[in-house]
């Protein structure tokens, strides 16, 4: 891995590579407490099982990232969708593969809908579409449970500013005009075929947002994970990076 900076929408950024290889690069988008850290060794895994570059990057206030400006508004994933034109030039990137895993999905989706000229494939790991009673139950007692001085300095090892990070992303989950959000009626424009993962355990999401993604993407590839809670790849590590190479070789 080689970690480095870019300027992004007038700030820093982090990024990160693994790998070589002269086939497309897999853009990793995290999940919505993550960071370029988090992702820990998945993406070397990643480039090795698919003999291609792997590029991470942690959005603002994320990781080690210059702070985000302001508090997140219902939107925010779609002003997050709206920097990866910037964020593609600055990394030299004119398509690749898009792997997005919760938020960082969601983020995808919108991205794919936006620009389908940047992006070949989508993998979505527990995507988001709308606001499920799953995912805001969950959130309120992860909240309602988070403790600044254990919970805040375990993230602390991966964010500069791990409370901030929690409370803003917390509060606009859980925020009443967010109970409404929902990306459906964007989901045709999306021509990307798309590799759908799911655990069946998953504390924050359930199968319907698969159904609702795949009612309207042309090719979709589906995996459901057994003993698999909200990271796949993590929680079936083996099984993700060897339904994700057959997926990319078909792909390119």
Same mark, same amino acid.
């Given at each position: 891995?080689?970690?480095? /900076?870019?300027?992004?929408?007038?700030?820093?950024?982090?990024?990160?590579?693994?790998?070589?290889?002269?086939?497309?690069?897999?853009?990793?988008?995290?999940?919505?407490?993550?960071?370029?850290?988090?992702?820990?060794?998945?993406?070397?895994?990643?480039?090795?099982?698919?003999?291609?570059?792997?590029?991470?990057?942690?959005?603002? @206030?994320?990781?080690?990232?210059?702070?985000?400006? @302001?508090?997140?508004?219902?939107?925010?994933?779609?002003?997050?969708?709206?920097?990866?034109?910037?964020?593609?030039?600055?990394?030299?990137?004119?398509?690749?593969?898009?792997?997005?895993?919760?938020? @960082?999905?969601?983020?995808?989706?919108?991205?794919?809908?936006?620009? $389908?000229?940047?992006?070949?494939?989508?993998?979505?790991?527990?995507?988001?579409?709308?606001?499920?009673?799953?995912?805001?139950?969950?959130?309120?007692?992860?909240?309602?449970?988070?403790?600044?001085?254990?919970?805040?300095?375990?993230?602390?090892?991966?964010?500069?500013? $791990?409370?901030?990070?929690?409370?803003? /992303?917390?509060?606009?989950?859980?925020?009443?005009?967010?109970?409404? /959000?929902?990306?459906?009626?964007?989901?045709?424009?999306?021509?990307?075929?798309?590799?759908?993962?799911?655990?069946?355990?998953?504390?924050?999401?359930?199968?319907?947002?698969?159904?609702?993604?795949?009612?309207?993407?042309?090719?979709?590839?589906?995996?459901?994970?057994?003993?698999?809670?909200?990271?796949?790849?993590?929680?079936?590590?083996?099984?993700?990076?060897?339904?994700?190479?057959?997926?990319?070789?078909?792909?390119?």
């Amino acid at each position: 891995m080689t970690g480095k /900076w870019i300027d992004l929408d007038g700030s820093r950024v982090e990024y990160a590579r693994w790998g070589e290889g002269s086939a497309l690069p897999v853009l990793l988008l995290h999940e919505g407490l993550g960071s370029v850290g988090l992702w820990k060794d998945f993406p070397d895994k990643l480039a090795k099982a698919c003999n291609r570059k792997v590029i991470a990057w942690s959005r603002h @206030g994320h990781g080690w990232s210059d702070p985000a400006v @302001g508090v997140r508004n219902p939107d925010y994933m779609h002003r997050e969708a709206a920097l990866l034109p910037q964020l593609l030039a600055a990394l030299d990137i004119p398509r690749s593969h898009w792997l997005g895993h919760s938020d @960082g999905a969601s983020i995808a989706l919108i991205g794919a809908a936006e620009y $389908p000229d940047r992006v070949a494939s989508l993998i979505l790991e527990a995507p988001h579409v709308l606001v499920e009673d799953l995912t805001f139950n969950s959130i309120a007692e992860i909240a309602a449970a988070f403790a600044p001085d254990v919970t805040g300095e375990r993230m602390r090892r991966y964010h500069a500013d $791990p409370l901030t990070l929690f409370n803003d /992303w917390s509060s606009i989950w859980l925020d009443p005009r967010f109970r409404t /959000w929902n990306i459906e009626a964007l989901l045709n424009r999306v021509e990307a075929p798309a590799l759908l993962i799911q655990g069946h355990d998953d504390q924050y999401g359930t199968f319907d947002q698969l159904d609702r993604i795949a009612a309207h993407l042309p090719d979709v590839t589906r995996l459901h994970l057994d003993d698999c809670r909200h990271s796949p790849h993590f929680d079936q590590p083996e099984q993700v990076l060897q339904t994700i190479s057959r997926f990319l070789e078909k792909k390119d």
